[in-house]
């Protein structure tokens, strides 16, 4: 069974819609985070959670909002979808206590806005 | 600004050869933290080997090695006796030691390795 789940794998949509990218986690870790990656550009940090009551925005977060439901649930949503916001969106977790601090990537959100 | 620099977008190796990837990184901090991870053409990203700045040796994990120079701000990584299923993009990350951002990676643009026969 995956540690790192998304929901959906896929998704095609519309400018203007509102739509919200699940993420789920098993491995007990208390950081989440969600990023965006794009051709030539790497993955880019959208907002992280270093716990139930902590979020925090990264690089690149305006036109996405984040809400950590529980230690194990971080969702991604986009108020009002466009066209640029198309692209493959991971959550990730990462343990505090852990030896590299490495994060652990769900497989990823295709999405795309039309 | 960016702070993790892979100059090489895409390589070709030949099977059996070894390939190094090049990533330089940029920080002010002591402590940090430097990551490689694999991605496949199925998109998953998978951890493949970390190097801590205060190590003195430089990390090895099966056919990676990760060749660290702290002086120069580089952490290279190289791939032995490549194989095709090692065919995917290859990214750098950094995670600086900084109180509020322990956690917190800064990833590369990645460079696409291929492996002919």
């Known amino acids: 069974d995956a540690d790192v789940t998304q929901t959906p794998r896929n998704r095609i949509t519309k400018t203007g819609k509102r739509i919200m990218l699940e993420c789920s986690q098993t491995?007990?870790?208390?950081?989440m985070y969600w990023y965006r990656q794009d051709p030539g550009l790497g993955l880019r940090l959208i907002y992280y959670?270093?716990?139930?009551?902590?979020?925090n925005k990264g690089e690149i977060s305006d036109g996405y909002s984040v809400s950590r439901q529980a230690q194990a649930k971080f969702s991604l949503s986009l108020e009002s979808a466009i066209p640029n916001q198309t692209a493959l969106y991971f959550c990730?977790?990462?343990?505090?206590?852990?030896?590299?601090?490495?994060?652990?990537f769900g497989p990823g959100t295709r999405l795309t806005v039309l | 600004a960016q702070k993790i620099t892979q100059t090489q977008p895409g390589m070709f190796v030949q099977e059996k050869e070894a390939v190094t990837l090049d990533c330089t990184y940029d920080t002010s901090d002591q402590s940090y933290g430097l990551f490689w991870y694999k991605q496949p053409s199925s998109g998953e990203m998978i951890f493949l080997i970390y190097?801590?700045?205060?190590?003195?040796q430089n990390a090895t994990e099966g056919r990676y090695s990760l060749n660290f120079q702290k002086a120069r701000k580089s952490a290279n990584l190289v791939i032995s006796a490549s194989q095709l299923g090692d065919s995917a993009m290859y990214f750098c990350a950094m995670r600086e030691g900084a109180l509020k951002g322990w956690g917190k990676f800064q990833f590369g643009a990645g460079t696409q390795v291929v492996v002919t026969p």
């Open positions: 990730a977790t990462s343990a505090l206590d852990s030896s590299y601090n490495e994060q652990f």
């Open positions: 491995k007990g870790h208390d950081r």
């Open positions: 959670s270093f716990d139930v009551k902590d979020i």
């Open positions: 190097q801590g700045s205060y190590d003195e």
